[in-house]
């Protein structure tokens, strides 16, 4: 593989989970040099969480891929002139405390900032570094609570819905790294780091954009509707014959006009219920109703050949059995299959994006707790190997 897109930066990751762990997963996905650190005898909560196979964490093997992983307790000072080594010799540290733990260690990032000006601080907490709520304890739920995202996800007999699993802290990670890249970027001309805040709740109302704009100048919010959504109709799950179901999505009128011709429905194509967009929404449920009743007598396979035969955006509902055996999946190498040491070959998703000259890779999954432990406390610091075994004997490593 070519040399990795950020193969020149050092980075250190602290904080346990997922979305601090995110922000580190992308970063070395590209090729920076991640140095994960644990707590020695209490790892990453994350090794806890199921699904397990032969006691091995399946979810720590890809959360924590081409990461090297040590332990030192840096909560203890004896431990605190090896932390501050290791900050030096890094470009980013990330870490998702609670505001003011990092702090009441002796690690506050804006005092380090004197003695090391480049690094860059990415700072991942539930509810931020600042405001009033700054000291309670986040997870992505909460967020998608919070944020306002979950009001308008669910259905209106049922009320709101949240994601299940923790698309909060995935996204957080995102917006993390793009903050890292962007800060060391700046860098470049300043010579000068700086802090990079994310709360797990603000990328989520970011990506609500259109809402938060809708309801401060016209005073309206968004509804429950389900699978349905206001200015795409019909769009919806729908089931089919043989029990399983299609998402389709009408953007616009050719893509409509596409699905009543598939539908060899012409009298819905000049029914003044749905002549426009906005007829649409106005008569949603009895177009949605139209499509429902179809595709309940089409077969799944026979209706999409149908829908994209008509260029209609439309599409499977894949279980995950079928996405991992899907052509165009494999085509676009979008899973990879590596050797873990313990468990043998395993699949997981690939880097994204898809760089053309320094595409991301897959060095090895997840690793014991101090696997690396020689490597970086060797390499990066220097110790002798009598030195990296007291620290192990006094339970600092």
């Not at 389709?248 to 699905?259: F, V």
Request: charged residues 25%; negative net charge; proline residues 7%.
């Amino acid at each position: 593989m070519p040399e990795g897109a950020l193969s020149d930066l050092k980075v250190l990751e602290l904080g346990s989970m997922l979305a601090g762990p995110f922000v580190g997963s992308m970063l070395a996905d590209f090729g920076a040099e991640v140095v994960k650190v644990e707590k020695p005898g209490k790892p990453d909560a994350l090794r806890e969480w199921p699904p397990h196979k032969d006691g091995v964490a399946l979810w720590w093997k890809t959360m924590a891929r081409n990461k090297h992983t040590i332990t030192l307790d840096i909560s203890r000072p004896e431990a605190r002139e090896l932390a501050l080594r290791l900050i030096g010799e890094s470009d980013s540290v990330i870490g998702n405390f609670r505001p003011g733990t990092l702090e009441r260690w002796g690690f506050d990032p804006a005092e380090l900032s004197q003695r090391f000006p480049r690094i860059v601080w990415v700072r991942v907490s539930g509810w931020g570094q600042t405001g009033p709520n700054r000291e309670q304890g986040g997870y992505a739920t909460i967020a998608e609570a919070f944020s306002g995202l979950a009001s308008f996800t669910g259905h209106a007999d049922k009320g709101p819905t949240v994601s299940a699993f923790p698309m909060g802290d995935y996204l957080a990670g995102v917006f993390g790294a793009f903050g890292a890249l962007a800060a060391i970027h700046r860098r470049e001309r300043s010579g000068r780091g700086q802090i990079v805040d994310v709360a797990l709740y603000e990328p989520l109302l970011r990506i609500i954009e259109s809402v938060v704009v809708r309801y401060d100048q016209i005073g309206q919010k968004k509804p429950l509707l389900g699978n349905q959504m206001e200015e795409d109709v019909p769009r919806n799950v729908y089931a089919t014959a043989d029990g399983g179901a299609i998402a389709i999505s009408c953007g616009s009128q050719r893509i409509y006009e596409g699905l009543v011709d598939a539908m060899e429905r012409p009298d819905l194509k000049h029914d003044p219920r749905f002549a426009t967009m906005a007829d649409r929404v106005t008569h949603r449920d009895a177009i949605d109703g139209e499509v429902a009743a179809w595709l309940k007598t089409q077969p799944t396979a026979s209706a999409l050949e149908k829908l994209v035969a008509n260029k209609v955006v439309a599409g499977k509902i894949n279980d995950i059995a079928d996405v991992l055996g899907d052509a165009h999946i494999a085509a676009r190498e979008a899973i990879r299959t590596l050797v873990d040491e313990t468990l043998g070959p395993m699949r997981m998703p690939a880097p994204v994006p898809k760089l053309s000259e320094t595409p991301g890779d897959i060095r090895w999954p997840g690793r014991d707790p101090g696997a690396s432990n020689d490597e970086v406390f060797g390499g990066w610091l220097g110790l002798s190997a009598t030195e990296i075994e007291a620290l192990q004997r006094n339970h600092i490593i």
